[in-house]
């Protein structure tokens, strides 16, 4: 029940950690006389899993840690706060809206089962307490409403599904960035947890981070200005390995939401305006298709990314035991010097592109004949930029399980290897 004191809107920040284009935050603003941001921090995601894995390892959660303090810091700055928590927010919250008196809850829609688990968990417990929670989608250039087709009838095959949305959909602009919030008055707004407080596990925690990436939505927006006006030297000098693979490494911010797909969009076009179309602007529009294609993927089919057989009728599931050489692929310790190199780039920066992570699970799932489900959980404790719906989408792929066939019989371990470094040149860079 409402208090006398007005509506008050309690807007829990999961992937979404912004105030730009966050129609969430602008729509709190509009409807109620106060708000209460919060951001809880999740344990089950940084527990063990049956993969020999940790959900969330050292180096993101780090960027995790940076990203909420990034907006925490952005409230503040407007006169607020970010009320920061550890738990399940299937119970923090309901005790939250009875403390405060609260009328309504906003949060962002996710597409993946866990997370999709912790909504309606949370929805069935504000129902009981005659309180609402509404969904709001501000994951993707394109908005589900705004695609030339139902969910359903999304095509399979992603450069369908490129050229029907590129022609008949529109990118919507970004909402406005709020430079003041009436917030309501807390004591104790929390601490943001470090990550030994996260992470129990010693092991997992004392790893040589040497990533260049730094989280939240400052850091993010100065890297987009950064990659889009500083020229073609900066930009070929991110090409990690080749001319031809451009790489914005915007992707671990996307993955966040400290930055927005239509931000990046749209900056993008302010760029193009100012210095003409540059070819690797293409790469962009190309990555934001990606996520949106494999979000939408998850929208339609639900788990079946998530299970062995992916979308094969039949076929053999390889067992999940931690191997030797599983665990010498994830050292970067097989003795295939560019996969080696890869891995151990993965392991201190948190971050490949996209062909070196087509390679190494290719590696592992052609060569080694390892369950790629092992890769995809290793990736997802590893990857700075780990989202469910790319991560699982793309290891499907390479499997040979995933929902577009003809994508998933394109790999080659040989020819991703001479694409990748022809010359051999990067690997013994690392080694050296």
């Known amino acids: 029940m409402a208090s006398d004191m007005g509506k008050k809107i309690l807007v829990w920040f999961r992937n979404d950690l912004r105030l730009h284009d966050n129609e969430m935050l602008v729509e709190a603003i509009a409807k109620a006389d106060e708000i209460l941001p919060v951001y809880v921090f999740d344990p089950r995601h940084f527990e063990k ?25 952005s409230l503040q700055a407007i006169g607020g706060n970010l009320l920061v928590l550890q738990g399940h927010p299937e119970e923090v919250l309901p005790a939250l809206v009875v403390k405060h008196d609260i009328t309504e809850v906003y949060h962002h829609r996710e597409v993946a089962s866990e997370e999709t688990a912790v909504s309606l968990k949370l929805e069935d417990a504000l129902w009981k307490q005659k309180v609402n929670l509404k969904h709001f989608i501000g994951h993707t250039l394109y908005n589900k409403e705004d695609l030339p087709f139902p969910i359903k009838d999304i095509p399979d095959v992603f450069t369908q599904f490129k050229k029907k949305t590129e022609r008949d959909a529109v990118v919507k602009p970004c909402f406005p960035t709020p430079s003041a919030i009436s917030f309501i008055s807390l004591e104790d707004w929390g601490a943001i947890p470090s990550i030994n407080e996260l992470l129990q596990d010693e092991a997992a925690v004392i790893l040589k ?12 927006l100065a890297h987009l200005h950064e990659y889009l006006h500083a020229g073609e030297g900066m930009v070929l000098a991110n090409a990690t390995l080749k001319k031809h693979e451009i790489v914005s490494k915007l992707s671990a911010w996307l993955a966040l939401g400290c930055l927005s ?7 993008m076009k302010d760029a193009e305006a100012t210095h003409g179309v540059r070819p690797y602007f293409h790469q962009i529009v190309l990555g934001l298709l990606w996520r949106d294609y494999y979000r939408f993927m998850f929208k339609k089919y639900g788990n079946t990314f998530f299970k062995p057989l992916g979308f094969k009728k039949d076929g053999v599931s390889l067992q999940l035991e931690n191997t030797s050489a599983l665990q010498n692929w994830k050292d970067g310790n097989t003795g295939q010097p560019l996969v ?21 699970a290719t590696y592992l799932v052609k060569e080694l004949e390892i369950n790629w489900v092992l890769g995809a959980a290793y990736f997802e ?9 790319s991560n699982w989408g793309n290891w499907a792929a390479v499997a040979g399980v995933g929902n577009d066939q003809k ?17 051999g040149a990067f690997a013994q860079v690392v080694r050296a």
């Open 49 to 73: 899993t049956q993969y020999h894995t940790y959900k969330t390892g050292a180096i993101r959660t780090k960027f995790f840690i940076e990203s909420v303090a990034s907006l925490q810091q």
């Open 209 to 220: 981070i040497q990533s260049e990436f730094i989280g939240g939505e400052k850091e993010a």
């Open 261 to 267: 797909p239509r931000e990046v969009y749209w900056k």
């Open 340 to 360: 080696d190199a890869c891995m151990q780039e993965l392991n201190t920066t948190g971050y490949i592109n996209q062909l070196a992570r087509q390679l190494v």
């Open 381 to 389: 404790e590893q990857l700075l930029d780990y989202a469910p719906a």
């Open 407 to 423: 994508l998933s019989n394109s790999f080659d371990f040989e020819k991703l290897m001479k694409i990748l470094d022809p010359k």
